[in-house]
Each structure stands twice: as C-alpha cells, then as structure tokens.
RNA sequence: GCCGGAGUGGCGGAAUGGCAGACGCGACGGUCUCAAAAACCGUUGAGCUCACGCUCGUGUGGGUUCGACUCCCACCUUCGGCACCA
C-alpha cells in the first residue's frame, strides 16, 4: 500500500481518463450557475514555453477550484494562429505558414495535456481556420456596415532592399533586421476602426472588477484632453486651406511665436518656398527613420528647420513662421501646433535653439515681464501681452479666448484623444483577408456575407515584389466584381491578429455555428466572461480592442451588457533563474518538457505557483524544486502510510488537528479567491507538517484525521491534479476528485480559545502575553499594567493614552 | 522620454497602519545507517551581551501617526507597455 510516490505514472494514467471520461467539458444545458473562465489563447509558436505554463498552471487552478465551488464552468482553449512568425518561418524556411503552425498546434496541445490542464477541448477555436476567419471576416462587414471601417493614408516601415513592409519587431535602429537596409517610412492607403468613436464609453470601467493599473493604464494611453482647435490662414499664393492646430492651451494664442508642423504633414510640400525646398526635403528624409519614441524623448536636442512660410495669427493679423520639426508627430492632434515658448517647455527649448522670440502672455509679476525667461512657466498669472484680454485671470482665459474664436470663426472648443483609430490593414500573407473588392465602377464593394470566407489562396510567394504576397496572386486578386459581375480586383490586406483575437471569446460559446458567429441563446447563457487571465503586457491593447468589439457587438444587439470581461486579473512575468527575460541567447530557458520530466507535472506547477505571488511574475527558482518534491511526498505519507486511530484520544489533541484543519481550509479559500497561489500553498504546506506531527504523537481520533486528510486532498486538487486524484482513489473516495465539493470550514473550530497580546510601551515591544480570545479591554489593561516588564517601563508615571487592538495589541503611550 | 508596476535575510518570498522575515530553498549541527540517499529533529537578519536582555534593520532622503514594509512627497534602481510581436 504505502510505495512510493512516482509521478509519472499516475500523470499519463490519470490524464488518459480525464480525456476519456470529458469530464471537463461544459455544457450548454448543466442547470447549475454557469462560470466562464478565460485564458488568454496562446499563438503557437514552437513550444508551449514556461511562462505560458506560469499562465495557464494559475487559471487551471482557478477554473478546478470554480468547478469545486459547484459552477458548471467553461474553461475553453484555442490557438492565436496567424501571425508574424508563421509567415518569418515560409520566408527563412521555405516551409508553407498553414503546415507549420498546424504542427505547432499539434505540440501545443500535446503540452497542455502534459501538464494536466481542465481545458474544454471541445470548443477549440483556430483563428487560422476558414471556420474562423469566416466570421472574423463577417465581424470586418459588420463594422463597415456601421460605418466603422474607413481608408485612409498611413506610414508603414519600408525596406528597400526586401522591397516589404516590415513590422516594428522587424526594425532595429532603424535598420532592417534581414537585409540591414535603413527603413524608411512610406504612406499607403489602409484601413481602419473608428475605436475613437467610443473613447468617453472605453474610458468608463464601471461594473467590472479590473486592476486598478490596467484602468489607469487604458484611460492613459485614451488619453482625452480637452481643448480647442484653432485655425490660422497661410500666407502662401494658392493655399486656401487654413492650417489648424489642436491646443489645450488656446489661451496662450498671443504668445504663439511660430507654428511647427509633423514633417509627415500634408501641406509642409506646397508651402515650403523654393529657396527652403531642399533643405525642407533633407529633413523629412532624415526624420522619417526615426521612431516616435524617439521624436519625443525630451532629453535629445530639438530639431526642425524652416518652410520660410508664414501663417498668420487670426486674433492679431500678425504673420508667424512655420517650421517643421520632429517633436510633432502627424499621429496626435492635428499635425500641427501653434508654439507658445514662454509656456510650454519644448517649445521654448525649440525658440532658444533656433532664436525665435519668446513672448510671455501669462504673469503673476510685472518684473518677470522684462527679465528673459530661464524655462517655460506652464501656469499662473493673468494674461499679459494679449490685446483685448489683457488682465484675465488664468481661470477665466480660456472660456473667454475660445467663445472669441467662435465668433470669429477660426477656432472652436473640442475634445482630442491620444488614441488613435484602430490600423487593421497588413501587407501580409498570413491573416484573414479583408472582405471587399475594389471596382473600377463601383468603387469599394463589400464581399456578401453569403459569399464569405474569402480563402486565403494555397502555395503563396514570397519574392521581394514590392507588395504582398497576395498581390501576386493573379487568379486569386481577379475576381468579378459583386455588383455586376464585371473585372474587379481582391483587396490584397490581410487583418491585423488583434482583430481574431478580439471576438474569440464570443465563438467559444458556440465554437462550430454554421450559421453565425454564435447563437443569441448561447451568447446570453455564457457571456460576458466572468473571469480573465493573462499577462499584463495586454494592459492597452488587446485589452482595449476587445473593449471595442463588444460595444459594437451590443450596438449590433448580438450580445448584452456593455463589457465582455467582468473580472480580469493579470499575472506577471516569469524570469529567468537570472533574473532576466527568458531567451535563448541568454541560456536562462528553463524547458516544461524537461521539467516534467526530472519531476512531474504536479512539482513542476507547484513551483510555479510558489515561486511569488502571481500578478508580480518574478525569476524562477530551481533550486526551490526541492521543497515542493519534499511537499509533494509528505502528502503522500500522510495519506497512504498506516495511521494508529483510537475513539479515546484526548479531545485537546483531537481540538488541535481540527482547529488545523479549519484554518487551513478558511486560509487557502481566502488565498485561491484571490490568485495568492504561492501562499495558498504555504498553507497547505503547514496542514500537511501538522497531520504529520498528530500522527507521530501519538494515535489520532479516526473521524478527525479522515477530515484534515479530505480537505488536504480537495485543496491540493486544483494545483496538483494527478496525485490528488490518485491519493483519493486510493482512499477509496468517490471518482473523481475535480468533481467534488470544495471544503467548508467551521468559524467556531477554527478559533483560538487564547491569543497571544503583544504589549507596547511607547510603540516598542516591551513584553507579551497571553489571554483567553476577546476579552475585555478592562481586563486586558489590568493584566497588563500588572506585568513586571510593563510596570518597569512605565514606572508609576500616568500613561497618557493606551491604545487597545482587541487580540492583537496594548501600546501604552506615556 | 512618456505611462504603469516592483525594491524586505545568503536566495524565492510573507505581513486588513499593529510581534518584520510566515512558508520554502540553502547552510550549519544532530537522529537513523556499515555507508549513502531518503526521512525526521534543531539552529539560522546584523551587532552587543556569560546571561535576563538591549540596539539597529524592509532601495535612499524627508513627512504624517501612539505606531509605517504598508500612507504622502522627492530621488535611485529595476521590470512591463508605447500602437505592424502576440
């Protein structure tokens, strides 16, 4: 009876039967509260990685402990599957991108079986798969149908040399990762998502339970300002459009002493004068290497150079140069600003370099007026240097200066955002195509829906042609337009792989709908997602985008409610035993397999669980492989090794393992709640070292011990699935141990009858004491003030406070 | 650079504003053994003290409080994100 522990045998064992026997498949029709719980889908890359295990290992606990709870949980996996590093590997390796990530998957899925994980496997979605991207595809129509969907000009990085779009991963310092070119930027027309128009709505999080950084991370990155946009003429023959700036500071207008456009900006070419043109040229050139997170580092030298344009200021009639310089990016506001030097530290940095004037118009002191500034001073004052507004105080001045542009017609107030509209257009091969072809005669035409998919064509190319793969495609591009039926040719873009991924959890409801993305009916029983995981890297992204796509989905009255996640928790990063990122140029990689291997699936997810607390990631610790092993066989012991029971046994002893026991279970239920696995297991740990001890002490009260051993096997159910259900089996329980009920404990047995009181004096630790639970601050203080460390300290002087903690604490402040 | 986290023994970490260092690793000492492994027991922040004990100690500097790892301000270091990696 009593062998050893050997986890490789009970694992494939065990793992065989919960395939076998379903029993994690959810189902539609299971009267029980309905508990969704996601994960975030891997892209499958080549192998299931330690920290997709660090991931997944915490939400299948979590999941196992929901079923416990008694929720009919859903629990579903699927694959991220195009992308990047497929159509990489067609490029390097000559391989075809469907083949190759096909047996990834294949890999993919052979691991998460490995590891013991609950997953539903019978909703798997692939987003590469036509049945997929049908309906990625049917969610492009829906959003252009809205008119949510528009063309418009955008950069993308270009290499000369592969003759390619390259993706930002793909460029370093400015080079091509491939071929080493320098990149340049070039504009094409591409489509995208008017994720602007629901900014005010993404920046609510009301009914949902996301961390408070993930909130303040999105409502940054939406990044709303309210301000004003101002208009000012151009002083150039046959330029009638107005040149207009967004402003938060349209107050400031008397001090603009130059404009400065984006070198991206639309009209920098037909107002640059002849004698500027080249040197105009020579920047844009220069600038269009640079990334923005360069262009905005406020630590590098401003530069820019002139158009030799004026425009002129609408409040005065005064000309003011235009310039363009890279700290304005085309990509915020409008292109454009109106630089107020002597408010606004960039600019002013900007007037030094380049000699431009620096006009204060805001000061709290007359004396100031005259000095030369020394920085920009953002705030304070009232409005000096201002014409008719010349006195108004700070808090008045912009209301006054704007309702005076909109009477004149060259200004109005409006609210600008960071954010900007969702880019969804990719030069690329492997992706869902976008759904609409382009018609001489009717000009851009949706593909219909009962037309859908639009199947990406086998045996693509890769030649360096200058445009995409799919582009090269003839009998695939030429198609008859839907209209009538005349030559038409395929949109050649495929969809970003943010748009697969934000509508998957909407398809696992009702993964093989013929008919539908999913039914109503489903979509009501299972959405929105009542848990979340996945890694913080997400914060603004894929977090945000699929934010987007639900409140469209509503609008569309295809789903309910406002948001698709009501509880989202993000665990950190896994490193190396170093410290540092995992890579494998580091040689810090530590490989599941090989994990599995030397210790067991259980050990392995154990230890991951240990290693810290889950949302803050942190280095993997090898060498703490031990103590969980250690863990592990105690477990074991307890559980399997012979036991001396007896009716007679002191009820102390019998108080004292119960008492264990219910504190345990009321600490780990506590920990599990709230994702504190490393601690959950901590106290598990303690309940085990206790059990053993009862036993060794002497023979244990046969009800008792069989009690702490179920709720020590239920508790370590969800984080060591195998040798749980083992040990249960072998305890002769009832199959299987994932479908049991969590444990429950009893407050009045896992009380103390004493604690132990820690006595202050003077906020120090003088003494401590112990005193029967809740007791009465009379007699605690009496019992106190009688101890000889106490009376010593306070040597008959009068405490002037004493302050009393029930259970806890006495300070006694003198 | 901007936005968001984090910093505690030799190591991973624990701690509703209330005993800093739970739990684990490692180390040291011991039990068992012919021996080893495994298992079990004990010690383990620093300094001072024969000792009862005392002092110091949670990245740095300041502040709030009877009391601060915890709250506030500034700084340093480090990690994640920055829109075509997913």
Redesign the pocket.
Known sequence: MADRYEPHAIEKKWQARWEADRIFDASDDDPRPQWYELAMF??PSGDLHTGHWYHYSGADTHARYMRMKGYNVMFPMGF?A????AENAAIKAGVDPAGWTATNIDNFRRQFKMMGSSFDWSREVITSDPDYYRWTQWWFLQLFHRGLAYRAE?A??WCPGCQT??????VVNGRCERSDDIVERRF?T?WFFKITDYADELLRFDGIEWP???Q??QT??I?RSEGAILHFPVDVPRVEERLSVFTTRPDTVYGATFMVLAPEHPLVDRITTAGQRAVVEAYIQATSRE???ER????REKTGVSTGANAINPFTGGPIPIWIADYVLG??GTGAIMAVPAHDQRDFEFAQKFGLPIVPVFSSDEANVTRPLERAVPHGGRMINSGPFDGTPEAEAIPKVVTHAEAGGFGERTVNY???D??I????YWGAPIPVVHCERHGIVPVPEDSLPVLLPENPHFEPSGQSPLTQIDEWVNVPCPVDGGPARRETDTM???M??SWYQMRYVDPHNPERPFSRELAKKWLPVDQYTG????????LLYTRFFWKAARDMNIVEGDEPMLRLFNQ??L?GPD???MSKSRGNVVAPDDQVEKHGADAFRCQLM????WD????Y?P??M??????L??IW?VATEPVEVWDGVPAAATRDLRRATHKAIRAVTEDIEQF?F??M??RL??LS?AM??AR?AGPVEPRAWDESLEALLLMTAPLAPHVSEELWERLGKPYSVHLQAWPRFDPELASDDEV?L?V?V?????D?IRLPAGASEEDVQAAVMALP?VAEQVDGKQPR?V?Y?PD??V?I?L
């Not at 803050?616 to 280095?619: C, L, R, S, V």
């Not at 003077?762 to 003088?766: E, S």
């Open positions: 891997p892209y991220d195009f992308g990047l590093p955008a993308a990085n779009v390259l993706a930002n991963e793909q094409l591409q408070e950084r993930i303040t991370m940054n990155w990044g990334t923005d997170v905005l580092s406020t630590e990509t915020y960071r954010l900007r969702w880019l257009s990719r030069q690329r970003d792989t943010f697969c991924s890694g913080a890297d997400h914060a603004v992204m894929h950190g990063t490193l410290g540092q990122k240990f290693v810290g607390p803050q990631g942190g280095p610790n060498t703490g031990a103590g969980i092993e250690r863990w066989r105690r012991s504190s490393n601690t297991i901590s740990m303690e070292t053993q001890k060794d132990e820690v202050q003077n906020g120090k630790v003088r401590r460390r406070r302050i903690v806890r604490l300070n402040v």
